[in-house]
């Protein structure tokens, strides 16, 4: 089936540490994003890769970092500079182009 | 940036009742996307409408692209309708997504 694949379902993090969240999409899109959604609140955007090898900030990047070396793959590492990490975070792709995105089934990330 | 507000932020309604969802956008867009935020967390695609009306069984959507604002229609619900809607228009630039806050539904059986 194709889809967006994130990893794992929750994750617990201690105070100081990087963890890292899995994103893997087989949809053969080229653009993918992450997203930071806080409860009770709506999606905020923290990173955006339209093409492997190169990404950007979104309007929450500090504390997060991303690698883009595959298409199919765009890793979320929430770093210990992150001192309110505890969300749910969400994978998106989309065709190049297009503003239409389709979300994996997200992230409970909770701090320790 | 484009600023994207929802209404009303929290509805309850009896299994069976219609209802009707608000997104006002500040700026002119070129694309308008619904989705649907069900219990466990996963964002499912409604309606892709940058303009006119578009239906999907008991859903239908209405996007008025001159005067900023688009509703969501959801008739005869159903407790499975539960969740929170999300509208989202495109960022500034790119194909980044501006989200509203969202609508809370919970429908009674």
């Known amino acids: 089936d194709g889809g967006i694949t994130q990893s794992p379902k929750y994750l617990f993090r201690k105070e100081g540490q990087n963890v890292t969240l899995s994103c893997e999409q087989n949809l053969n899109h080229d653009a993918m994003y992450w997203y930071r959604q806080d409860p009770g609140q709506g999606l905020r955007l923290i990173y955006y890769?339209?093409?492997?090898?190169?990404?950007q900030k979104g309007d929450i990047a500090e504390g997060y970092s991303v690698s883009r070396e595959k298409k199919e793959s765009f890793p979320l590492t929430v770093t210990s500079a992150q001192k309110n990490p505890t969300a749910f975070y969400l994978c998106?792709?989309?065709?190049?182009?297009?503003?239409?995105?389709?979300f994996g089934a997200g992230t409970r990330l909770s701090v320790l | 940036g484009i600023q994207v507000e929802q209404s009303p932020p929290d509805l309850i309604l009896q299994e069976g009742a219609n209802s009707t969802l608000r997104c006002n956008f500040s700026?002119?867009?070129?694309?308008l996307q619904w989705f649907h935020q069900n219990p466990w967390g996963q964002l499912i695609n409604l309606f892709y409408i940058p303009s006119g009306t578009k239906q999907n069984g008991r859903l239908s959507a209405t996007t008025v692209a001159t005067e900023r604002y688009s509703l969501l229609y959801i008739s005869s619900s159903q407790t499975t309708d539960s969740g929170v809607y999300f509208c989202a228009v495109p960022h500034n630039a790119g194909n980044m997504l501006t989200f509203g806050g969202g609508t809370r539904l919970m429908v009674k059986p």
């Open positions: 890769s339209q093409i492997v090898n190169d990404f």
């Open positions: 700026d002119s867009v070129n694309n």
């Open positions: 998106a792709s989309s065709t190049t182009g297009s503003n239409i995105q389709y």
